[in-house]
Structures are given as structure tokens and as C-alpha cells.
């Protein structure tokens, strides 16, 4: 059975405290692994694609990486408004469509300053 | 601005009586999907469709109904089967081959 795991559940960082988000994955047939952050009581805003081990993106504080189990989500030096609740998603074969998503339960993000 | 609207944010529902989640898109992206949320859990595919006049389910489909008339519009009805309705409603819409989904705002669902 495909599966997506996040860990941990929930991560309180101090502002510029780095840390990193995981997400591993058991599925056959990956297509891309994404990220999503999501605010209380929102629709999840899309971060990045990734499609193949060793492969690697960054947008201002965060870098995905993936590798042929997981992917991580670093964050480094994070902000207040970093706060968030951060999806990871695999994309694999789905019935008839070229694949649909399949989500983690999250890692909800609080930074203190 | 392209993106996607969901109406109403909030809802409310008597048991028994089925309500539509309205879902629309000016991204002339051909597939759309809806998803639930509940707390602690993961997104969960409800229905999904790729072209019009075509929709498919997905792996929690009991209780609720689809129709894709139009490219830009997937309205979801929670029916009265549907026997744990209150959750977080997203919708999403994609083009198929390229990968991102792009999301509304959600609509959040409650029983009386």
C-alpha cells in the first residue's frame, strides 16, 4: 500500500533556531514528491516539486531534498511567519490518470521569537 | 487574477439534507479534484476529474456526488449518506503531465 510519513507531528523552533522537516515515503511507481505550506484555516499554497534522488530546491529560508526513501524540508535561520503546517505529497499512477497525490498527515511549524 | 474560488468559506448543514460545495477555476487547467481534511489526518481524495463530462472516484467517494459540466466548475454535493460529513473541503485543479495542483481556499462544513 502506498504510504506517506511525516515526522515529527509538530516542531517548535526559537526565530534562527535551523532544523529540518521529514518525509518518507512507501509507494511504487513515484512520479514527484511535492511540498505544500498550509495556514490555519487555508488551502495549501505549493513550494516545490521534486522528481528524482539527489535533486535538490530552494525558495528564500527553505531547501527540499529527496532521496529514494525521503525527503527533507530544511529551515534554516526560521522566522515567526514561518509558522505553518508543511504537507508533503507523493504523486503516483491512480487509476486511470497520470497520478494523483497522496498526502502526509503534516508537520504543524511554530517559531517563537 | 487566475486561481481558484470555493464557496461558501463556511457552512452549515441539518442533518438529512444535502448541501453543494461550489468550485471554480479561471486557470484553464483541464483536471480538478476535491479532497477532505480532518484534523491529525492527511488530505483524502474524494473525486477527481480529468476532462469534461468525466469524473472518477477516489478512495472516499461514499456519500457524496460530482458533475463536471463545464471546464471551469466541479461542484461537490455532500448527501445525507454521507454519514460523517464535517471537515475541511479543498479543491484543486491541475494540468495533467505537469504536476503541481494548485488549491482554493477550502470550505469548512459543519452538521447541526
Known amino acids: 500500500e502506498d504510504q506517506v510519513t511525516q515526522s515529527p507531528e509538530a516542531l517548535r523552533l526559537q526565530e534562527g533556531e535551523s532544523s529540518s522537516l521529514n518525509c518518507s515515503y512507501t509507494?511504487?511507481?513515484?512520479?514527484?514528491l511535492f511540498w505544500y505550506r498550509q495556514d490555519p484555516g487555508k488551502g495549501p499554497e505549493f513550494l516545490f516539486t521534486?522528481?528524482?534522488a539527489g535533486e535538490e530546491k530552494e525558495k528564500e529560508r527553505l531547501k527540499a531534498t529527496l532521496t529514494k526513501k525521503e525527503s527533507f524540508l530544511h529551515i534554516t535561520a526560521p522566522k515567526p511567519e514561518d509558522s505553518a503546517t508543511y504537507l508533503c505529497?507523493?504523486?503516483?499512477?491512480?487509476?486511470?490518470?497520470?497520478?494523483?497525490?497522496?498526502f502526509g498527515k503534516g508537520t504543524k511549524l511554530s517559531v517563537k521569537p | 487574477d487566475g486561481g481558484i474560488t470555493q464557496s461558501p468559506k463556511y457552512l452549515f448543514r441539518k442533518e438529512g439534507q444535502n448541501v453543494t460545495l461550489s468550485c471554480e477555476q479561471n486557470?484553464?487547467?483541464?483536471?480538478m479534484y476535491w479532497y477532505r481534511q480532518d484534523p491529525g489526518q492527511g488530505l483524502r481524495l474524494i473525486y477527481y476529474?480529468?476532462?469534461?463530462?468525466?469524473?472518477q472516484k477516489g478512495d472516499i467517494a461514499e456519500g457524496y456526488s460530482v458533475s463536471r459540466e463545464k471546464k471551469e466548475s466541479f461542484p461537490l454535493t455532500v448527501t445525507s449518506a454521507q454519514k460523517n460529513p464535517t471537515a475541511f473541503y479543498l479543491c484543486a485543479s491541475d494540468i495533467p503531465g505537469y504536476n503541481e495542483q494548485f488549491f482554493g481556499p477550502g470550505t469548512r462544513l459543519t452538521v447541526l
Open positions: 505529497a507523493v504523486q503516483v499512477p491512480y487509476g486511470g490518470s497520470q497520478g494523483n497525490l497522496i
Open positions: 521534486l522528481y528524482s
Open positions: 476529474s480529468q476532462i469534461v463530462n468525466d469524473f
Open positions: 509507494v511504487s511507481g513515484l512520479r514527484g
Open positions: 486557470l484553464n487547467h483541464d483536471a
